[in-house]
């Protein structure tokens, strides 16, 4: 099934790119014009670094605006599955690094010449029996240790055309955002930083030429003192010995219907995810587990069978079957733990990508992270995503 735009980036405020060509020589070359390689960009400029930023399709064209529109501070996979892969000092690390990103957000906001529509009621995790719940309440006990408000939630308030599949969840703080507008706001920062963004621009290879890395775009040759690839599950294409494995995630958008939910959603592990915006429009994703090793690739084309699980799932939550005014997928990027890979892979070039599914509030930080630690400073948090970890050596090809 043919892939159109996604509805955050045709609704989102047009913002003005750089002009002319590309520079055949920059200070920094960021790949990627998505939320983590705009905050490594401005971070640098903001220094004092010459920077330019290419994209193959345009600001937010891969996850950064084509995601759910979710915004879940916490652990991608749970509290205690944080826990249990790297003990609780570093599940606590990365709890408190997904708030430094949502505070970077907020910043964001605050400085965007337009709305970002961030709305914060809270996410509702839903449970389909004792089991899921009582997995759900450790995480919970597990957050509240650790400072963060959250409170289990009882079968009268799941949504009441869910009571039949879920007996319950917890609620955790955060809500749902406009992709769109919190990439383009992004992009506004790194612009206004003096950060030079060009798109389309396609590069087909990093090299290493004459005391240079050289990225190859077409007949056209970039040379640059640092490059940094931030395309996350496109990673492979220029980086085919980076453990990042492409995970197509599929989306819809309705027309406006009567309220129902008032949480942002997740349910079945995070397989699904949706909430209903103030205008009334249900936007839903997930179902991926149904085609999983269809699913793993960076084509970013829909599945038949996917997109009907949606429709259903939006027609449940409506009572009707409601006019779909919008359907595309996104690549997100997943590693072998979870965890991103953020750092130095060799003199010069630099990698963030791989977040799992939790892009939204985990590359600001990191891509924060990574321009401190190319400007000289310790940032002692990126161990956590070092190239080097142990965890990756099973997913390197």
């Not at 397989?271 to 205008?279: G, T």
């Not at 079957?321 to 779909?324: C, D, M, Q």
């Not at 990508?353 to 939790?358: N, Y």
């Given at each position: 099934?043919?892939?159109?735009s ?9 913002v ?5 060509p ?14 983590s390689g705009l905050?490594?960009a ?12 290419v ?13 759910g529109?979710i915004v879940?501070?916490g652990l991608?996979d749970g509290m205690?599955?944080?826990?249990a892969r790297?003990g ?6 990365l ?13 964001v906001?605050?400085?965007a010449?337009?709305?970002l529509?961030?709305?914060?009621p809270?996410?509702l995790?839903?449970a ?9 309440h450790?995480?919970?006990?597990l957050l ?11 079968p009268?308030?799941?949504?009441d ?18 992709s ?13 930083a ?10 087909d290879?990093?090299a ?6 050289t990225a190859r775009?077409g007949?056209?040759?970039i ?25 197509r ?5 309705t027309?406006?219907?009567e309220p ?5 959603m997740?349910?079945?592990g995070g ?9 009334g429009?249900?936007v ?5 587990d ?8 960076d ?15 939006v ?5 009707r079957?409601?006019?779909?005014r ?6 997100m990027?997943?590693t072998?733990?979870h ?6 892979l060799e003199?010069g070039?630099?990698?963030t ?6 892009g939204?509030v985990m590359?600001?930080v ?11 400073e ?8 070092s190239?080097?970890?142990?965890a ?5 090809h």
């Open positions: 099934m043919e892939n159109p996604s509805w955050w980036r045709e609704t989102a405020p047009p003005s790119l750089s002009e002319g590309v520079p055949a020589e920059t200070d920094v070359l960021v790949i990627g014009a998505g939320l905050s490594v401005r971070r640098l400029s903001e220094a004092g670094r010459d920077v330019t930023v994209d193959r399709t345009g600001v937010g064209g891969g996850a950064s605006a084509r995601n529109g879940a501070p991608v205690a599955a944080g826990v790297s609780e000092a570093a599940a606590r690390t709890l408190r690094m997904s708030w430094d990103s949502f505070r970077i957000i907020r910043e906001e605050a400085g010449p337009f709305p529509e961030l709305e914060l809270g996410r995790t839903l389909r029996d004792e089991e899921e719940l009582a997995a759900l450790e995480n919970a006990r509240r240790a650790a400072g963060e408000r959250v409170r289990e939630a009882g009268d308030e799941v949504p055309p869910l009571r039949g599949a879920y007996i319950g969840g917890i609620i955790l703080e955060g809500g749902f955002v406009h769109g507008r919190l990439t383009m706001a992004f992009a506004v920062r790194a612009l206004a003096g950060v030079r963004i060009y798109a389309p621009v396609a590069v290879a990093v290493r030429e004459a005391g240079a890395l775009a007949p056209s040759v040379r640059a003192q640092d490059v940094v690839v931030a395309v996350n599950g496109f990673s492979s294409r220029l980086l085919p010995q980076m453990p990042v494995e492409p995970a995630g599929q989306m819809v958008v027309e406006p219907v129902v939910l008032q949480y942002a997740s349910a079945r397989f699904d995810y949706f909430h209903q915006r103030r205008d429009r249900l839903a994703g997930g179902f991926r149904l085609a999983l090793a269809a699913e793993k690739t084509e970013m084309v829909l599945n038949d069978d996917i997109q009907a699980a949606l429709t259903r799932l027609t449940t939550l409506a009572g079957r409601p006019e779909i919008w359907r595309w997928s996104c690549i990027g997943f072998p733990d965890l991103p890979i953020v750092g130095r003199e070039l630099f990698v990508a791989g977040f799992s599914g939790h939204v590359t600001p990191a891509g924060k992270m990574l321009a401190d630690a190319m400007l000289g310790s940032v002692p948090e990126l161990r956590l995503f190239p080097e970890r142990p990756l050596s099973a997913g390197r």
